[in-house]
């Protein structure tokens, strides 16, 4: 089995300054991080690529990931940040992919749980998503388990967009409402390119395989792939901790399944001609 870790992190100085970093409770990741920080746990662990997710939230930030990962065979792919609600979206988009490292971009992210209730409407958005659709690239989503049904509407009304959901939306949080969610991810399954990731669940173990196992039901093993939240995963546990917990997590899905949420779902969304 070829496994693809989906969601890891990599940054730099320049996010250190970063609200949410700043915090007590993140001072242990309060530092840099690179893939060869991580890269003796990807070869005890038997993780063969990854896919890097931006952390930071700026135009020199999605440059500096793309050009970390150029020439690195262990990056499946690359999901940048652009703020695709301002009017020179397309614009940025075509500058990363000309960029260093970027034959390697795959998506867009957009960190979205404070943002205004019109930002799914809004023209601007809208025609961000019209220049992500038109490049071929993917819409990543870091959303609250209240803005699923947002996040299906967009998926329904954007069928040839791929959308992919980060942390089953958060419904591990306190405050979701887990009959609203498990009804939007019903809604989210009708959208054909939609997935969701099986990562950041909390440390609630039990919570995550009830989450897990609704998130299957909807969507199905392949439409689902894991993802570590390396370096946040840090915060409560190691890297080997996390892969042994997707194992328990997975514990009695068939051969098949197993393998599409351990690699085969990202291979197909992340994958790509270097």
Sequence with gaps: MNIVDAHVHVWGAELLGA????????????RIFTLDDLAPELATTGVAR????????SDAGSERLLASAAHDPRVLGVVAWVELAR????????????????????GV???????????????ATVAGLIALEREGLLLELLISAAQLPEAAALAARRPGL??????????HEPGADPRSWRTALDELA???????????????????????????????????LWGSDWP?????????????RVERLLAGWPPSERAAVLGGTAARVYGGAR
Excluded: F, M
């Excluded at 609200?19 to 309060?30: C, H, M, N, Q, V």
């Excluded at 990854?50 to 939230?57: D, F, G, K, M, R």
């Excluded at 020179?88 to 795959?106: F, I, S, Y």
């Excluded at 946040?232 to 190691?238: I, Y």
């Design 109 to 123: 992210r957009q960190s979205l749980t404070a943002a205004p209730a019109g930002w799914w409407t809004d023209p």
């Design 50 to 57: 990854v896919v890097l997710v931006a952390a930071e939230e």
């Design 19 to 30: 609200g949410w970093l700043a915090e007590p409770a993140s001072g242990a990741i309060r």
């Design 232 to 244: 946040v995963l840090l915060l409560r546990d190691d890297y080997a901790g996390e892969r042994a």
């Design 162 to 171: 791929a959308v992919v959901i980060d942390h089953l939306a958060n419904a």
């Design 87 to 106: 009017p020179d979206a397309a614009e940025r988009l075509a500058a990363l992919r000309a960029a260093p490292g970027g034959t390697l971009l795959r």
């Design 190 to 224: 009708r959208a054909p390119r939609a997935v969701a990731k099986v990562s950041g669940l909390g440390d609630d173990e039990r919570r995550a395989v009830t989450l897990l196992a609704a998130a299957r039901a909807a969507l199905g093993a392949d439409r689902l």
